[in-house]
């Protein structure tokens, strides 16, 4: 696998040092865009794209989560971008997370996220 592939603000820090990689490093992009849909900017905004891969990446560093956020979308960014790839959640487990925290926060019914369920390695999510 190539090293430094996509958009380095939202890069995995494994694929930023050039190491081996797995689908995980889609979970952490997914946080990061999530983080920048929540929250309406992007993570570490006054930096270029490299250097908030670089602080990702070589500093363990990750954007500051308001306090007033949900603790249950807190916990799921922070198992999305965790440091250890395999400490990451799998995309079916994000969506059943999804699931439950909207059922509990919008009263939708619980299987109102659904997968595509193209295939059995295919976790696209249809709303």
Known sequence: MTGETGSYRFMAPEVFRHERYNESV??????????????????????NGIKAA???????RRPYIPRDWDNRIVHL?????DEDPSARP???RVLADLNVYSHHVFNTGENDVVTAGVSSK?????M
């Open 122 to 126: 295919c976790s696209c999510a249809i």
């Open 90 to 92: 799998s995309f079916s």
């Open 26 to 47: 889609d979970v952490y992009s997914y946080a990061m865009i999530f983080f920048n849909i929540l929250s309406g900017h992007q993570p570490w905004p006054m930096l």
């Open 54 to 60: 670089s602080a990702a990446a070589l500093e363990g």
């Open 77 to 81: 960014l922070k198992q999305c971008w």
